[in-house]
């Protein structure tokens, strides 16, 4: 039997809700299940919801009705709750449909995981320890052992970008940098690239610095870290060059020059991605033990509760979750 992939509903306050509600709407959800408040589902919209227990009930589900796996312990209230604002109700809602379908995962009940945004500030405000999904479920997936090491990457049709870094203040991330991490970055990048039939990708690395640090006139990290880290990896057989500058490696992986860019911070790398548009973007966790996908968008608090949140991304995200499971056997 093909396994479902479990779909979590976001920040109950932002566009999440409506977008699970519009894929399912138009059909572009099948197999999935929303893990979810069937009331905050209703408010963004979505049409029949048949709530069921887990995914060995999901033959019972009529045609044309979305099934919502309900986690416990969410807030009351949820559906009251203001569109757009940060609200630590909304946070702990969202961190609770993202453990328990990591729970159903976990149980063998589900495929893969594909989760709508979720807001760092309601996650905190809730009291949730970890800054956004990629550190959460690095830590579910964990069990009683060391957690897995793990790296964000945002992919479209033109790029693919992983990150050595992801959610610290810059001047932290900087600190960050360091040859392991960027062995280890390159590594994993490396691995995933067979989900996508690449067994030897080309991978081109940014520097940190501008213009990679013009031969240690802007910077030294190119020279000290991350060319011997490239190198290091050469040495084990991963296809990798650079350091090149930050600000044309992109355009040279769009024309077609490589397959990935690992890239040092978060803006460095998303930003190229974000431009391209923010409705063919998925973000992908690499290194965890199962499939877990996202839009590359977030709670879009401006337009939350307007029915006009463009569900293309959680869609893209959805087709690219399947993929992977295929992928994987
Ligand atoms: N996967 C996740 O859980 C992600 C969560 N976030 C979080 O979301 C929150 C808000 O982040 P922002 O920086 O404001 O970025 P955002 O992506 O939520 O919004 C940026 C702009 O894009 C527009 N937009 C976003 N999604 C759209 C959609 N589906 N259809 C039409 N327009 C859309 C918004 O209206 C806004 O003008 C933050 O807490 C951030 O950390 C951000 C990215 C991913
Ligand atoms: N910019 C993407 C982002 O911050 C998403 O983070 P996560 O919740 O997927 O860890």
Redesign the pocket.
């Known amino acids: 039997m093909k396994l479902p992939l479990l779909v979590t509903m ?1 920040d109950p306050a ?2 999440g809700p409506e ?1 699970v509600a519009a894929a399912f709407r138009r059909g572009q959800a099948e197999a999935c299940i929303a893990v979810a408040d069937p009331a905050v589902l209703r408010r963004a919209g979505a049409g029949m919801l048949a709530v069921i227990e887990g995914p060995a009930d999901l033959a019972a589900v009529p045609p044309g009705c979305l099934p919502v796996i309900v986690p416990p312990g969410l807030p009351p209230g949820l559906a009251e709750l203001p569109w757009g604002r940060v609200d630590a109700r909304a946070g702990a809602a969202a961190a609770a449909c993202i453990e328990h379908a990591v729970r159903v995962l976990r149980a063998g009940e589900a495929a893969a995981i594909v ?7 309601a996650l905190a405000a809730a009291g949730v320890p970890f800054p ?2 990629t550190e959460m479920l690095q830590a579910l997936a964990a069990d009683a052992g060391e957690p897995p090491p793990v790296r964000m990457m945002l992919a479209n049709e033109e790029l693919r970008v992983v990150l050595v870094t992801i959610h610290v203040a810059l001047r932290e991330a900087i600190e960050l940098v360091s040859f392991e991490r960027v062995l280890a970055t390159l590594r994993i990048a490396h691995a995933a690239a067979a989900a996508w039939g690449q067994a030897r990708p080309r991978i081109a690395v940014a520097g940190l610095n501008p213009h990679a640090g013009e031969g240690g006139l802007f910077g030294r990290e190119e020279i000290e870290i991350i060319a011997p880290a490239i190198e290091a990896a050469r040495a084990e057989g991963l296809d990798v060059a650079g350091p090149f500058p930050p600000d044309t490696v992109f355009m040279r992986a769009r024309r077609g020059a490589f397959d990935i860019v690992v890239a040092m911070t978060h803006d460095h790398g998303l930003i190229p991605v974000k431009y391209l548009g ?2 063919q973007g998925v ?1 992908v966790t690499l290194g965890l033990p199962f499939v877990r996908t ?10 939350a509760g307007q029915g ?6 959680l869609v893209a995200a959805i087709r690219w979750a399947r993929a992977a499971v295929a992928a994987r056997g």
């Open positions: 976001g932002g566009v977008i989760t709508a945004p979720i807001h760092k500030e956004g999904h923010v409705e973000n996202s839009p590359d968008h977030g709670t879009a608090f401006d337009i006009v949140a463009d569900p293309s991304s």
